[in-house]
């Protein structure tokens, strides 16, 4: 959950899996799957693809009315060889199953963009490694914040629309921009309701776990005011750390190397803790009204994360053609784009394609 995340060191290797027959990866079983595979399940192999890792809570979260429906068709999902899956050892209580993309659901991506296995880059054994990795509760955890943002979206509050339209990888956010910056992840979020209207935000996110020095993540803002320059596109950077007093350290030493930057202006900072979400509510998430600016006086109120543009006002709205892409991206795309954070909306196996496509609002 969110306001609670699994840390790296209650993690001790996974368990191993009781033996399940499963059906073998063959080209007649992959024709099979032509008429049994959903966009939804589709949908479900690219999100793997892209984030390396999802939970079966998470998942379920993405795209499921609820766990049991989710727990039965991963199950059939793994027994196809689309998906694998492992879990954790934790210190308490029980990890729930880890999920991450098998070869059989590889060759069907794989075909679908008109490439082969190899092509894709897609190799078993490296990307079951995420089980053994010592950034696997790192990832989960970024994985998780977004995941919430879908939640959240796909559970509006009445008389609003909201979405996350646009959710990039670490692995991604390095192929564009690895040479300045590495952020955790690259987001935008749209919402719209009668009182403010359409609006849009878009951010890099440092996810703070808690156990990286606060004055190396000071240092990485001369990278992201590098990349403004070298761009002409100023992104807002969101820093999310766990605690209220972590939040309180970090901010002052963001602040003092913020304040050295030559032109402060190009790198708009605001921070959260997860503490300050409400475990108790329906659906906590990012969205919530928990952000502060750096440049926040004494005080002041928190926003909610569509109110981050007010404290901005010299940053213009997103204004990409191509949703999927953040501003200040590099022309070059990788071989496959991002798949929509949003599920498709139609899950009929045999629905003709541009059925099942992202909602739109």
Known sequence: MITNPTRQRALRGHKPTRPTPRVANTAEHQAVLAWRLTPRDKWIARMLWEHKVLT???????AFPSFRSGRMRLRELYLWRVVDRFQP???????????VLAPTGAAVLAAEDGLDVKQMGYR???????????????????NEWFTALVDRARHPHSGEQVALAAWWSETRCARHFGDLIKPDGYGRWRHHDDRHGDRQVEWFLEYDFGTEPLGKLAGKLAGYAALAQATGITTPLLVWLPT????????????????ELDDRRSVPIATAAAELLNPEAGHPSPADQIWLPLTAPAGAPRRPLSGLPDAWPHVPPPATPNEETPTGADSPQPLSPPPSPMPPTA???????????????
């Open 244 to 259: 209220s007093r972590r939040e309180a350290a970090a901010r002052r030493l963001l602040a003092t190397a913020w304040r």
């Open 124 to 142: 078993h054994d490296r990307v079951f490694g995420i089980a053994h990795s010592l950034r696997l509760a790192h990832t989960v955890g970024v």
């Open 89 to 99: 050892f934790v210190t308490l209580g029980t990890a729930p199953m880890h999920y």
């Open 347 to 361: 899950t009929n196996p045999r629905a003709p394609r541009g059925v099942g496509q992202p909602g739109r609002w």
């Open 56 to 62: 079966a809570h998470q998942i379920t979260a993405l």
